[in-house]
């Protein structure tokens, strides 16, 4: 007899209170984020933490899903794989998307930031938050 | 070779992005993510950008079919993906909780994107105590003449049937 083990396609409440620690952290070690928004892949928003209200965190989620599997679908058709991060940038800031690779709940942050930030610094952090929150993810799903 | 482009639109789980593989001649482009809203839907995945396939009705005519993500939450993306179409097909799925709803709101978004909008009801089989006329009483009410089908998505014939009505409507009106 085989047993498929299923975990709810929502993560659970205690995922969303580590990420928010985990992007509070982000913000406090990289200067220049204004906001960060945590979501699923089809668009719905997780969590955020903003220092800029202007920004509705649920258009975002669903803008920044819509804009990330456009790319990786252009990538595909190019043969390229495994597209971690985009970066767009602006007269007035930088916007990243980038994709929280978790096997259980696929996700992704959105993070805008001013025009000074340092972006080698900020990549380099959103990396490590983005593998912290997959590990976290693993480590806290629990099957259906 | 002229090239066109052709939309559909409607409802999540209706059926867009199997109607347009049905129908595509090339492997279809999608961009599905895992569907996390399983009150909307019970399917495990969702169009969250666009699908995009091709189909030659002769060897002059090439027709891109587009297929739109369905929840409201990514309107914003319908009028870009309509802009320049020859028209916009909307999918309802029969077996929804209120179809009728749902062909309320598409009518009025795609509307105003395209004025050629056909209407193709799917699931029919799923929920066959709910008349089909219900779509058509809603429309005469409020005198709009879209074409309406009842049509599996899965069957290449029933969604060439769609496009074919789009084309021979524009013929039509442009022989007015």
Redesign the interface.
């Known amino acids: 007899m085989s047993i498929q083990v299923k975990t709810k396609r929502v993560p659970p409440e205690a995922f969303i209170r580590q990420a928010e620690a985990s992007i509070q952290q982000l913000m406090g070690n990289v200067a220049g984020i204004q906001n960060v928004i945590l979501a699923s892949t089809d668009g719905f928003e997780l969590c955020s933490v903003q220092r800029n209200d202007q920004v509705q965190g649920s258009k975002l989620a669903a803008v920044s899903s819509s804009i990330l599997a456009l790319v990786q679908a252009f990538l595909g058709e190019i043969q390229f794989t495994g597209c971690q991060s985009m970066t767009l940038e602006a007269e007035n800031g930088k916007a990243i998307i980038a994709a929280v690779n978790s096997t259980n709940h696929p996700m992704l942050l959105v993070i805008t930031t001013s025009k000074s930030v340092l972006l080698g610094h900020l990549l380099h952090a959103l990396k490590a938050c983005t593998q912290e929150l997959a590990l976290y993810d693993q480590q806290l799903s629990q099957p259906q | 070779m002229q090239r066109y482009k052709i939309v559909f639109g409607g409802a999540m789980g209706a059926g867009k992005s199997q109607a347009i593989t049905s129908l595509s001649d090339i492997h279809v482009?999608?961009?599905?993510?895992?569907?996390?809203?399983?009150h909307a839907h019970s399917k495990l995945l969702?169009t969250?950008?666009?699908d995009y396939g091709e189909i030659a009705l002769d060897a002059e005519t090439c027709i891109g079919l587009y297929g739109t993500?369905g929840?409201d939450?990514?309107s914003?993306?319908w009028p870009i993906i309509g802009e320049g179409a020859l028209g916009i097909i909307i999918l309802l799925d029969h077996s929804a909780a209120n179809p009728v709803a749902d062909l309320d709101m598409y009518i009025n978004d795609f509307s105003k994107t395209s004025t050629n909008l056909i209407i193709g009801i799917t699931h029919v089989d799923m929920k066959p105590e709910r008349p089909i006329s219900i779509y058509r009483d809603w429309l005469t009410a409020r005198q709009l003449l879209y074409p309406l089908f009842s049509i599996d998505a899965r069957v290449k014939d029933d969604v060439l049937l769609l496009v074919e009505t789009m084309i021979a409507k524009l013929e039509a009106e442009d022989a007015y």
Do not use: H, S, Y
């Open positions: 482009l999608a961009t599905e993510a895992l569907n996390t809203d399983e969702t969250v950008g666009i993500p929840q939450r990514f914003f993306i």
